[in-house]
C-alpha cells in the first residue's frame, strides 16, 4: 500500500482523521525541529514493510524543466535508515531503498491525456550514504542527504523531458508534431527519449547554419496553432480538395459535387449525434464547468488537468446519485428497482465514456474543415494584416511559478550551452554589470496579447506557417544527415552515455560552464555530453520520423503551397516575408542608446 505525507493538523477533526489514515494518509507535524518525530509516522509505516509515495519537487509547477528537488525524501530515508539500525527489533526486515518514478503525458493540460510511460528507476540503496550519514562530523549529515537529493534528481532527470527554456521544449514539440503527424503513431515506450533527443538538437546553436531560422519558423507555426485552436495532426489530414479553392477557375458542377461529398462527411459525423445527445446534456454541466475551470489557470499547464478532474467529479457526484434516485422513485423504491437504477446508472457511464473519445475525435475534424474552409472563402480583407498578426506569432511564455525556491533554482539553472565543435574564445566580464550588457535586460519584455481573434482571420497565416515551418525543418534535416562524419550535437548526459559521449570538464574543445556550488558547499561537476549528428538522424528515423517525406507533404498539400503565395507577405519569386524581418538567417541584436 502507498502512504502519502499529510499536515498534521488536518488529523484533528476526527471524522476526517478516520478517512485520512484509512486511505494511507501519514501525519507529519512540520514545524518540529526533531526528525525523530518529524518522521515517526513514517517510521511506523516503513517498519511494516510499507512504502511512502512522496513527490521532492515539493509542488506543481509549470516549467520546461525540473526546477527543484527538496531534501524531504532524502531526510525521511536516511534518519529510518538511522532508527532501524538503532531499533532492530522493530524495523521491517528488508533496508529501505529509494525509487525514482517519472509520469510523463502527450498532453499535461488535456484531462484523460495519454499517458507515455510511468517510469521507475533503478533502486538506489543507501549503503553508499550510511557512513557519511552516521559520521559524528559537524556538516557530514547533510552532505550525504545532498548528495542522495543530487542522485534523486538526476534519476528524475534522466526519466523525464527537460530543456533550458520555453522556445527550445516549443520547438521540439512542434517538430514533433510535423515529423509524427498522427498522435498515436509515436512507439510510447520511445516518447521521452524521442522528445529530449529533440530537445537537445535544438539546444545546440550551430547544428546547422540555418538554426536560427529553423527555430524561427517553428515558433511561429506552434504560436499560431495555439492562437486558431488548431492542430497540425487536423491539418495534415485536411480532406479538402483543390476545387473548393475560391482562386481557381473550376466548373460549377464540379465545385459543387466537391462541397456535396463535403456535407456528406459533416451528416455522416452529425448523425451519431441523436445517439450521443442525450448523454451529452446529461454531462454537459461537467464539461461547460470543467472548461471554466481550466481558463482559470491558463498560465499553469500542470493545474488545468487538475481543475478539469475535480471540477468534474464535483458534478459527477451530484450528477450520478440524482439520476440513480430520479430512477429508482420511477420504480417506486423496491429492492428490485434500487438494483436495476444502479445498473441502469452504471450501463449509461459506460455508453457515455464508449462514444466520448470517438465522437469527440470526428467532431474535432469536421471543425477544423469548416475553419479552414470558410478562412480560405473569407474575404481577403477579413485577414489579419501582418502587422496585426506578429502578437499571434510568439508563443506564449507562462511566468514563473511563485512557489519555486528561487535560491535553488537559480543554482540548477543551465548555461547557455556550448558549442559542441568548436572552442569558445574566453569573455571577460566585469562584476559589476551595466543593464546595457545584462543578458536579462536585452530580452524585452512580453507584450500582452489582445483578445484571440476568429480563426477565419488566421487561417491562410496558419497554412503559410505550416508550409514554412515543414520546408525549414527539411533543410535543417538535410544539412544534418550531410555534414562531416565528426559534426557533434549537444546530448543529455543519458542519452550521451547510450549513443555518443561525455567530453570531460577539462577538454579545451568543450569549455564547461563556470560549476556552481551546492547547498553543501561541494561545486557541482558539469561534463558535456554529445552525440553525432548522423546518429541522430538515424535514430529519429528508426523511430518512424518522417524525415524523408517532409518536402513531399507540403508538395502535396495544395492548400499549404497555395497559401505560401498569397496574402500581404507576397514577395518575389513567391517568398513570402512572414516574419517582422526579413532576414530571417540573421540573428536581431539590440544597441543600446549611447548616453553622453
Known sequence: MLNYWTKASLFANPVL?????SSGNIPVARKSKDNQILFKGTFDVLARG??????????????????????????????????AKENPDKAADKDVVVVPAAIVYTNKSKYRSEVS????GEPISLTEYEGQFLSSVEGEPRAAVKHLTQRIESDLTRLTINAPDWDTLYAARMARSLLWEKSKSINLDEFVNISQTLVDLFSTPDATANMTHVRRRLLEYYSLLQSSKLTNSALSALPLPKTLDPRRAEPLPSRLRTLLLLLRDTLSVLVRLPFFLFPLLVHLPAYLASRWAARLVEDEEETQAQNKVVIGLLLLVLIYPAAFFFLWALLWYTPIGALVAATIVWLFAVYHNKLIDDNYEHAKQLIAVWRVLVGVWAPKKSELS??????YTTPKTPPISPWIDKAKSKLTQPASPPSPTSAASPVPSSSNSSPSTSATSLSPKPRSRKRRPPTRRLVRHVLRARAEATRALASFFHQLENAPDGKRVLASAHLARLFGGIDAPAAPATPAPVPAPDSAGAPQVQAQGFRYAREVVAYLRERGAKIATLEAQIADDYWAATAALSSDGEGEG???????????????VWVPPVVQ
Open 574 to 588: 513567391g517568398e513570402t516575408e512572414y516574419s517582422s524581418d526579413a532576414r530571417d538567417g540573421e540573428d536581431l
Open 386 to 391: 501582418m502587422a496585426a498578426l506578429q502578437q
Open 50 to 83: 510499507e512504502a511512502v509515495a512522496l513527490f521532492p519537487e515539493g509542488t506543481s509547477y509549470t516549467e520546461p524543466r525540473i526546477m527543484q528537488v527538496k531534501d524531504g525524501a532524502s531526510w525521511s530515508a536516511l534518519e529510518y535508515m538511522k532508527w
Open 17 to 21: 482523521k478516520y478517512v485520512l489514515l
Open 117 to 120: 510511460i510511468f517510469t521507475f
